[in-house]
Every structure is written in C-alpha cells, then in structure tokens.
C-alpha cells in the first residue's frame, strides 16, 4: 500500500531546477550551444545526461526548445533531407562546406517551438499523459508564469513503476 505522501506528489517533486539544466538566450550561436550541450553531458552521470538547450528571450520567456536532433540538422542541413545518391562516409565530407556558416547562426534559427507546458502543482499522471499526447521526453515547468526547471518522461516513469511494484 502507497503511503499518503506518494500519493500526492507533484510535478515539483521531480523537476530538474532550471539553475541545474542548460539554458541561453535565442541570440546565442550554434557553437556556443555546441559547447554547453558538450559541457553538460560531461558534467553528470549517463544516465541524467541533458540532451536540450531550453532557449530565452530577453525576459527570460521560453521561446523554444533545442535539442541534438535541432543541432545535428542546423550543422548539417542535409540531415533534414533524404539522401537520394547514398549517405556521405565521412564527417569531413558531410560538414565541410556548410558547418563554419552554420555555426555561426543564432539557435533560433533551429530550435523546436516549446509543444507543452506543465504546471508545477500539476499531478505526475497530468505530466506524463501531457507528454505522451505531445510525443516528449521532457517538459519544462511552469510556476507562477516563469520556467521552474524540467521534468523527464523517464523520472515520471521511475515513479510509477515504483507505485506499481509496490502494490
């Protein structure tokens, strides 16, 4: 049996503080990004690696999202397309020509529009369900109309599985 306290908990139990999860403003380049992305994998365990820049204005307002995927296409645009003559074999061959261009361009340019919010009050299985139907395995957090931080579709999942073995 679930004691009280596991019952209730909140989306605030599981988020990721915002001062604990990459951010920059939508000015920044892809470069800079580049680095911060490479920074924060190196600077926590495999498992918790940040794989998203979560993108600011000047407000600091959410305006998007830039993921590996977001970055891996604006280094190489071709990856967004379908190779009709073959993959090319080599890294050299495939960023030559367009990565010091690319490199140089703000990340606005490439981020993903923020899909989904959650409140951080919001229940674990509101979180989850908001996810599922977004297709996301992170969600940024909201309180009060600022960022909190985010949640991961895989702490959610480690919290439900816990309550279902627990049973």
Same mark, same amino acid.
């Given at each position: 049996?679930?004691?009280?306290?596991?019952?209730?908990?909140? /989306?605030?139990? $599981? %988020?990721?503080?915002? !001062?604990?999860?990459?951010?920059?403003?939508?000015?920044? !380049?892809?470069? =800079?990004?580049?680095?911060?992305? !490479? /920074?924060?994998?190196?600077?926590?365990?495999?498992? &918790?690696?940040?794989? !998203? #820049?979560? /993108?600011?204005?000047?407000?600091?307002?959410?305006? &998007?999202? @830039?993921?590996?995927?977001? /970055?891996?296409?604006? +280094?190489?645009?071709?990856?967004?397309?379908?190779? &009709?003559?073959? #993959?090319?074999?080599?890294? =050299?061959?495939?960023?030559?020509?367009?990565?010091?261009?690319? $490199? %140089?361009?703000? #990340?606005?340019?490439?981020?993903?529009?923020?899909?989904?919010?959650?409140?951080?009050?919001?229940? $674990?299985?509101?979180?989850?369900?908001?996810? @599922?139907?977004?297709? $996301?395995?992170?969600?940024? +957090?909201?309180? &009060?109309?600022? +960022?909190?931080?985010?949640?991961? @579709? =895989?702490? #959610?999942?480690? =919290?439900?599985?816990?309550?279902?073995?627990?049973?």
């Amino acid at each position: 049996m679930n004691k009280p306290s596991e019952q209730k908990k909140d /989306v605030r139990a $599981l %988020v990721i503080p915002l !001062t604990e999860y990459p951010h920059m403003p939508y000015w920044a !380049t892809l470069k =800079e990004a580049i680095v911060q992305l !490479t /920074v924060a994998q190196q600077a926590v365990a495999p498992g &918790g690696r940040r794989k !998203t #820049i979560l /993108v600011f204005d000047e407000a600091y307002r959410l305006r &998007g999202m @830039l993921a590996l995927k977001d /970055v891996l296409r604006g +280094v190489e645009p071709k990856f967004s397309q379908k190779y &009709g003559q073959g #993959i090319p074999v080599f890294w =050299e061959d495939l960023f030559a020509q367009n990565a010091k261009a690319q $490199l %140089v361009k703000p #990340i606005s340019e490439f981020m993903s529009p923020v899909a989904a919010t959650v409140e951080a009050g919001d229940s $674990l299985v509101k979180a989850s369900h908001v996810m @599922l139907d977004a297709g $996301l395995t992170l969600l940024p +957090v909201m309180d &009060g109309g600022s +960022v909190l931080g985010v949640i991961k @579709l =895989e702490d #959610i999942f480690q =919290e439900i599985s816990m309550a279902i073995l627990s049973m």
